[in-house]
């Protein structure tokens, strides 16, 4: 089948309205004009019997026909065995007319609706299949105006106006349903381009906001350790002077390591926190448990800043943890370290504690949604 | 056994191969004061150390990773010495396993085997001799990392605000003493609380002796009470 089979597009609503279209055409039909044609001609058939066993097959065809259409269910192979049963049906009801009786005639009802049958049941074939179908079934009716020696000029051309003005109007929807999918594909298609040009423009865009972003802060934070250790009102060898200086410095890694491409962001922001201490030689220890969910930078920050503060203070060891459940992350670390700038909390979610004993450092931070 | 004073040692058993892990194992034995354990069969298989001496100790220490596996443990290794732990379970053996790999997952595993008590390598200068003590009684004893496994493990039973700070901190790295200090209750009420998390764990899982008489002793001493262990309704 060439139709998108996913349901939610514009294309597929519109195939699958010209479906309905043809289904309330093929019934409408079967339920009221061929059984009104039926009955104002009994008198004429030889008998009634075959008219009836036509149109009860024809319903069959056409309820089989439509159900495989609305549900997209059903073989090629089904539906033109079903198109050769319906034109069999019509081929039989017209062969049960009475000899005299003119083909081309109300009373050969058969002869208008089969071309219907056809377009239901190949409406999402390629549309040569139902031209195939409805010259079969014209050929049908053809051979039994010659059959019937009723081959004269003004029925032939009245055969071939017929012939032509139905099977216009019978090949419309297939061609139409062809042309609004189509088309609707075209547009969804171009719809779908701009919008993944828009998303990768927001995309970079809120990439330069953030960028900009941390580099205020770091403005903030960074650039005045710098200018005042330049301009001398900050002395190197004072210890809180030091201190600020190893934080930035984690600082300045942990921004780094933000747009690194890891498969754990958290524990790689965390590492890189403790990066200077490790360098400095300071010992430290991991234990980690639970996988930490998914969360924003924001909370990343939040989370890794007390623990940032605590090793970058760290003396000569320090013992880093990371306990995390779906709806709690805690990081602790126990270092040997005086605080001398404790650490506070930088976002409302993250509940930051400290506890100094003589010459123990114990921070953590903890998210928490419990 | 119970709590009167010990005259005999508790005996072990030690499953390992490298000499180096023996060495400090016997050190470690030897340097407590109290001399309140006794090794007395070593061998790099668990069936070598049953069928000697080591088949009538008290307790058995093991290495989750032995000789066949130098590279690192690999998940049928794990499977296979998790099913040896099983057995020796099963046959009413208090199993003490030790391991370089301490992974929540492997932990757990240890643990729904019905080990006694699960220690990181790090762990075990500080905490063997307690924890073999203790699993020779059936008394809950529980490491810092067994303790983080336990925490984040969803099939844990519920725990109180309270038994959750305790065992957090604990699995942060703070002594016990801290830790009441930090939650301002008694440095007994912190041990307690923290015996009561690994006891209720003891439910959780396989069933095993281990499991039951560990349960049944915490009742006993007053830790947990029945209901605590009855089915969550």
Known sequence: MNVPADPTTAATRYVQAADRLVVVIVATWHLIYDPVAILLNAALYRSLLPQLVAWSLLAIIGVIGSVQLLRTTGSTAGRWGLVAAAVLAGAFSTAALPAAQPVLSYANWSFGAVGWWCVLLLIRRPVVELGIALLAHDTITLAAIVATGQADRVTLARFVVVCFGTGVLQLLPPVISRLLGGTATMAEESAQAEARIRGRRQASEAARVARVRRYQELRRSVVPVLAGLADRTLDPEDPTVRDRCRIEYARLRRLFAESDDVEDLFMHQLRACADLAERRGVVVEWATSGRVPEMPTRLHRALTEAPMHALAIAQSNARVTVLARPDEVAVGVIADASSSLPPVSIDPDVVVSNHQEGEQLWVESRWCTR | ?233
């Open chain 2, 1 to 233: 056994m119970g709590g009167e004073p010990m005259v005999h040692p508790v005996t072990v058993a030690f499953v390992e191969d490298q000499p180096v892990a023996i060495e400090g194992v016997r050190s470690w034995i030897a340097a407590d004061p109290g001399k309140r354990l006794s090794l007395i069969a070593v061998s790099g298989s668990v069936s070598e150390v049953l069928s000697g001496p080591g088949g009538q100790a008290n307790v058995l220490l093991m290495d989750l990773q032995l000789a066949d596996d130098r590279v690192g443990l690999q998940q049928e290794e794990v499977s296979r010495r998790v099913a040896d732990i099983e057995a020796l379970v099963d046959a009413n053996r208090r199993v003490v396993v030790y391991s370089q790999h301490d992974s929540d997952e492997v932990i757990r595993a240890v643990l729904d085997a019905g080990a006694s008590a699960y220690l990181a390598k790090r762990e075990v200068a500080d905490h063997l001799i307690d924890a073999i003590l203790a699993a020779a009684e059936d008394r809950p004893y529980m490491p810092p990392e067994m303790t983080g496994a336990i925490l984040t493990d969803d099939k844990r039973p519920q725990l109180s605000d309270q038994e959750f700070m305790a065992c957090r901190l604990w699995f942060q790295g703070m002594k016990k003493a801290q830790v009441a200090r930090r939650m301002g209750i008694r440095e007994s009420t912190v041990r307690q609380y923290i015996a009561r998390v690994r006891a209720k764990y003891a439910k959780v899982g396989r069933p095993a002796g281990t499991k039951a008489d560990l349960l049944a002793r915490a009742i006993q001493d007053g830790l947990i009470n029945a209901a605590d262990i009855s089915p969550r309704s």
